[in-house]
C-alpha cells in the first residue's frame, strides 16, 4: 500500500535540522521536482540563505533557533518556505502569502503542501511489468527531477517506500551539488 503524501511529506523531517542554505536547497529540490511552472521572476528564483534570512525578518518564516550562521531550521521551516514558494509559483504576493501563513493551523499548511508536491513525493510512482527467463518482474519508476529517473526492481530489498525517499533524495542533492559546481 502506497503511503499519503502527507506521510511522504513528513519523512522530510529526518534531514532536519538544517541550516539556511541547506533548508533553502531542500525546499528548491522539492518545489522544482514537483515541476511547477513559475509564473513571474520571483517566482523562479530559487530561495537562498539570504531569502530565508529575508522571510525570518518579515514574518513569513518562524524565528530559527539560535542566530546567525548558528541557526537552526525545523520541519516546520521546511513547510513554511514551501508554502511561500510554492504560492509565489503559483502568482501570490509575499503581502497576501503572508496573510495566509498566519490564518492558517500547522497541520493544514502540511496537507496542502502535500497535495501540491503530491507528483514529487510519490515515491511508489508508475510501475512497470517485464517479463525475463524467471518469469514476470514488476518495477518502479521514480521521478527525480525533471528528465531522471530512478528504475528500481519491486523485489529489491531498496523498493521499501523509506528507500526509494533515500535513493530519490541522495540523487537530488547531488544534481544540487553538481549545479553550484558547474
Do not use: C
Not at 125 to 153: K, Y
Request: proline content about 4%.
Amino acid at each position: 500500500m502506497a503511503e499519503s503524501p502527507v506521510a511522504l511529506l513528513r519523512a522530510h523531517a529526518r534531514h532536519a535540522p538544517w541550516n539556511a542554505r541547506g533548508l533553502a536547497a531542500h525546499v528548491t529540490a522539492l518545489v522544482d521536482a514537483a515541476g511547477m511552472r513559475p509564473t513571474n521572476a520571483s517566482a523562479r528564483a530559487a530561495p537562498s540563505a539570504r531569502a530565508v534570512r529575508f522571510y525570518v525578518s518579515n514574518g513569513l518564516l518562524d524565528r530559527p533557533e539560535g542566530t546567525g550562521t548558528a541557526a537552526i531550521y525545523n520541519y516546520r521551516h521546511l513547510l513554511q518556505l514551501l508554502a511561500i514558494k510554492i504560492r509565489q509559483r503559483e502568482g501570490q504576493t509575499l503581502d497576501v502569502i503572508k496573510r495566509e501563513m498566519r490564518e492558517i493551523t500547522g497541520d493544514l499548511l502540511e496537507r496542502r503542501i502535500a497535495q501540491s508536491l503530491a507528483p514529487a513525493l510519490g515515491a511508489r510512482a508508475d510501475a512497470a511489468v517485464a517479463q525475463d527467463d524467471q518469469g514476470t518482474i514488476a518495477w518502479r519508476r521514480v521521478l527525480v527531477a525533471d528528465g531522471i529517473e530512478i528504475h528500481v526492481r519491486d523485489d529489491s530489498p531498496a523498493s521499501t517506500e523509506n528507500g526509494i525517499v533515500a535513493m530519490r533524495e541522495a540523487v537530488r542533492a547531488a544534481l544540487g551539488r553538481a549545479e553550484i559546481r558547474g
